[in-house]
């Protein structure tokens, strides 16, 4: 069992930069394959960014490719995303989501965080 929390969320302009942060409970942190999801008013959860149990990898959504960066760091079970550039579009709450390989993290089977909204206003 992994329990995700995530923090870092808030209201921003657009052009800002916001972190979050997701801390997991459990020593099996670095086992996982990492990432966040998110989902906006009216609209379907969607894939965001993943990376892999050692950080070797990583996988974008192209609409956040160049702008948000996923990182983690394992002494501390604990992962992050910049988000640069931010756009209205980018308003939505946030999922941080943990899986024991990167293709069912991003077919959305894993652990799930209760979300952190982000807000983006123009």
């Known amino acids: 069992q992994v329990q995700l929390v995530e923090s870092g969320g808030g209201f921003v302009q657009a052009g800002d930069s916001l972190r979050l942060s997701c801390t997991a409970s459990?020593?099996?942190?670095?086992?996982?394959?990492m990432g966040w999801f998110r989902q906006a008013p009216g609209k379907e959860r969607e894939f965001v960014v993943a990376i892999g149990s050692d950080g070797g990898s990583t996988m974008y959504a192209d609409s956040v490719k160049g702008r948000f960066t996923i990182s983690r760091d394992n002494a501390k079970n604990t992962q992050y995303l910049q988000m640069n550039s931010l756009t209205v579009e980018d308003t939505a709450v946030y999922y941080c989501t943990a899986a024991l390989a990167m293709p069912a993290l991003k077919a959305g089977v894993g652990y799930w965080g209760q979300g952190t909204q982000v807000t983006v206003s123009s």
């Open positions: 459990g020593r099996t942190f670095r086992q996982y394959a």
